[in-house]
């Protein structure tokens, strides 16, 4: 092949790509990951977390500081995991009880609740270098995708919650405040000539902890009406004892105001959660992690 034949064939490789980007947003999201110049991600640095069983949008989601952490750490492994169930939570408005829709669960498939959300939830682990003699330490990543553009765009609130029988505790710093907490909401907006990936919120504190069963984070939907996907997520760190090891089961929670008002959290036996309410719709996904 000469050099213009080359360039020809770059150049109409280069648009096919461009037109799959448009046709396909979540490939638009996934293809930023390389180019993201406020973490600077380096080649090297994307080998080792894909070598580690990230994915690109997992990838997209880490905060400057975890990067420039894993960057660094020679232990980082991805923790054995499984979902085991997914579904809604509700309350009754007589009993004021809780009640469990079920859409997934381990072995067998149910009919979805017609007030469910229509987004995924994920949440994994990975071990990581520990700055502490005797513990070892986990990086814990809890994700969120709308499948749709949500309606009611108040307020909305993640949990990531484990039983405290668990043994993790979260890192606190000298003012007792939680620490190596990090959150990032994003959407990605209609543009031309191409959408645009616009992280509009990040925090390094949880609206709301336990500090031996779990974090939550409020999450201010924005009201442009561009918007072709939400997504965002939040990772907490956590110690335990190096002799100790189990299965446990990590439940993450959205919660989806219908008003204005802001969801609130509490601790279930399953750990922090977001609690569900007459004008909050809750979406949940229960993932049994090997530690």
Sequence with gaps: MNLTMKKQFSLVMSAFLVSLAFANPTLAIESKVTNKSSENISDNLLEKLHDADFSDAQITLLSESTLKLLSKTKKLKKLDSELVEQGELSEDPDTGEIVEFLEFKKGEVTTRSTGSLDMDLDVEAWEVDSDITGEKKLLIVASYNWNDTPNNRWTDAISLGWPESTGWYIPTDSDDDVDQFYANDYILEKAYPRDKEIRYSK?????????????????????????????????????????????????????????????????????????????????????????
């Design 203 to 291: 925090t390094r504190r949880p609206d709301a902890a336990e500090p031996n069963a779990g974090v939550g984070h409020e999450i201010d939907l924005p009201g442009t009406v561009t918007a072709l996907d939400f997504y965002g997520g939040m990772e907490q760190y956590v110690y335990f004892d190096e002799n100790d090891s189990g299965k446990t089961n990590v439940k993450t929670v959205y919660g989806h105001s219908q008003a204005s008002f802001t969801p609130a959290f509490t601790v279930f036996p399953a750990g922090l959660s977001v609690e569900p309410g007459n004008t909050i719709s809750t979406e949940y996904a229960i993932t049994t992690i090997k530690w």
